[in-house]
């Protein structure tokens, strides 16, 4: 089976501008929790330490959501390894599309809770279509104008 997949926008993970900056505080927080701990000078190393390790993990950290034929999709990829979370389509009970501005929110409910995800309005159709596909007997309901322009959203 072709895996056709729909990706969501802003997914959560940091932003190349700010994992660079992440990136060089933690860099400078290890090197002086390091600096701190040799030559003794300086108090507080732990709590350098800490934060430095976790702005540099922070850095490694991709966190991605999409649809696709096995359903909706979580991936989650760090330093230390992947995880990957499944929504089958099996399990979506009822699916709200809400629309503001170029973005659409897609909440995925399945018993009791469920999923956010955030699309590009533009995907809409795929979207719909990957829908009556995969789980066709589910609910889809409408929030917002689908059509309207980004301006008029």
């Known amino acids: 089976m072709s895996q056709h997949r729909i990706e969501a926008v802003g997914a959560g993970s940091l932003p ?27 108090g507080q190393v732990s709590a350098k330490f800490i934060i430095g390790a976790a702005c540099l993990y922070a850095t490694g950290v991709d966190k991605k959501f999409f649809a696709s034929e096995d359903g909706i999709v979580k991936e989650i990829r760090t330093w230390m390894g992947s995880r990957r979370e499944v929504l089958p389509w099996g399990e979506v009970k009822f699916i709200t599309l809400a629309f503001r501005g170029d973005k ?50």
């Open 16 to 42: 190349r501008w700010l994992k660079f900056v992440a990136a060089a505080l933690g860099i400078l927080l290890l090197g002086d929790a390091m600096r701190s701990f040799f030559f003794g000078a300086g």
């Open 104 to 153: 659409m929110l897609a909440f995925f409910e399945r018993d009791t809770s469920g999923w956010k995800v955030i699309f590009k309005r533009s995907d809409r159709e795929a979207l719909q279509d990957l829908i009556s596909r995969m789980a066709p007997s589910v609910e889809l309901d409408l929030v917002g104008d689908p059509e309207a322009s980004k301006k008029g959203a």
